[in-house]
């Protein structure tokens, strides 16, 4: 222990962050009994194993050593190093953690919304009091930078606190009928939801995922993505810490076969998935065999227009908070940038010059503006979309190289250069096909005509912006893009308050706003007679 006190000292020294000894211990117990450390980098320098579960249900960290599951490596993205070892449930544990879920359904959901909400409000304020030390697994596990990551775990917070004060609210119609007859209706809870995370942001999708859940009175199983499987785990023990019995939210760790004894277990009501368009597809599929709903935010291949009268400025840096947060690794992001032509030539220059400035290197650094993509396997797909718009005749005006930052703990991680694609064309694979990486495609155009067609010419429709000065034109084109998620003259910018989901494939149902309780209940109606009955018999 004196020996793993001395490395988290180090950490925090060339971390710059102000956490206390006793923070750091708790962030091995309770916080990361998941993990501990083994080598000379804790946190930024060193590799962590296996130390507890990553499995959680019945209140309680799950440990699977005795029965005969396979156990996979999770690695260390800015070190490419063995962070620890995953191991999958099968069709007995994905029951348990059903069951599970389903007893605490039973008294969760004869609570009222105030009740539920003290729950919900305590565990946000758990989660700002751990902020750093959740901000930093964040890091360590997907590889972003800690600046992201802190905002990504404000978010959940923020997530937590305004679906706590939805579940206050809930409530049905009362109508008046003939006679003094009258009918009203109850929002009701679904019952034991599932939820199936993304590796981008996996914090943050468990609190989108389980906080509407929950305050509507159910329960949830979630999945995170077996490449980040370790911050849901702590969201399980907040909640639990806050209050909540035991099997309200609990965490079931594997891949495609845990995800699909989860979709298709007969005592799961609804599912919740974010991922890739052909995963949501099979999802929906298995879901249709139980009619059961699905909300599905999926990929997508967004535009982000800018026409000549836009403010430059503002232009600009919408355009690399449209591709380049999380090393590119945003469902949502604006990578079909198209310039109107007599501004394209300003707008390569200067964006180019700021992409070429972007710090790369230790994503648990302040200073660190691109961390590392989330595995080797994703980097060299980055890479190879590169590469083949290279072929398909795109300029690379800089960067989508591999990248080796300074640090030599961080050589075997997984870097690359953020790059920028001019002379694209709409027929380009790069413009057409999801990259997921820090890859920005840029187009010309001439007219508003023309940019709409072009912008609309895709399968997918989750998000788009525009950069205007005009406000009739920005309205304008807005009402004209086929996406579900839209901004003017910003981007990338997502209040829980409102709700986030997209269009066409790019997914069904919404989540956060007011919204998205209806994606979490369901809806009787009762009629009540005050007279006798009018009978035909």
Known sequence: MAELNRTLQICCKRSKFMMNMPLL??????GLRALHCTGTRSASTGT?????????????????????????????????????????CGAAEVDAAVRSANAAFTNWSRLAGMERARVMLEAARIIEKRREEIAELEVINNGKSITEARLDVDSARLCIEYFA?????????????????????????????????????????AAWKSAPAIACGNSMVFKPSPLTPVTAVLLAEIYSQAGAPEGLFNVVQGGEETGSLLCHHPSVAKISFTGSVPTGKKIMEMASRGVKPV??????????????DSDLENAIRGALMANFLSQGQVCSNGTRVFVQSSILPQFLKEVVRRTKAIQIGDPLLDETRMGALVSKPHLDRVLGYVN??????????????????????????YYMTPCVLASCTDDMTCVKEEIFGPVMSVLSFDTEEEVLRKAN????????????????????????LQAGSCFINNYNITPVEVPFGGYKASGIGRENGQVTIEFYSQLKTVIVEMGDVDSLF
Do not use: M
Request: hydrophobic residues 35%; positive net charge.
């Open 165 to 205: 004060g939805q579940a206050t609210t809930l409530s049905g119609q009362h109508v008046q009928l003939s006679g003094g007859s009258f009918a009203y209706t109850r929002r009701e809870p679904l019952g034991v939801c599932v939820g199936i995370g993304a590796w981008n942001y996996p914090f943050q999708i």
């Open 25 to 30: 211990t708790n962030l091995l117990t309770p």
């Open 295 to 308: 909300t599905l935010e999926l990929g997508g291949k967004s535009p982000l227009i800018i026409f000549e």
């Open 457 to 480: 010419d895709s399968t997918l429709g989750l998000a788009a912006g525009v950069f205007t000065k005009d406000v009739k034109r920005a309205h304008r084109v807005i009402e004209n």
């Open 388 to 413: 083949q718009a290279k072929r398909e005749g795109a300029s690379v005006l800089c960067g989508g190289e591999p990248f080796t930052p300074a640090d030599p703990k961080l050589k075997d991680g």
């Open 48 to 88: 962590l194993s296996l130390k507890d579960p990553l499995n959680y249900w019945c209140g309680n960290r799950v440990n699977l050593k005795d029965v005969k599951n396979k156990s996979a490596p999770v690695y260390e993205p800015a070190t490419g190093s063995v962070l620890c070892h995953l191991q999958a």
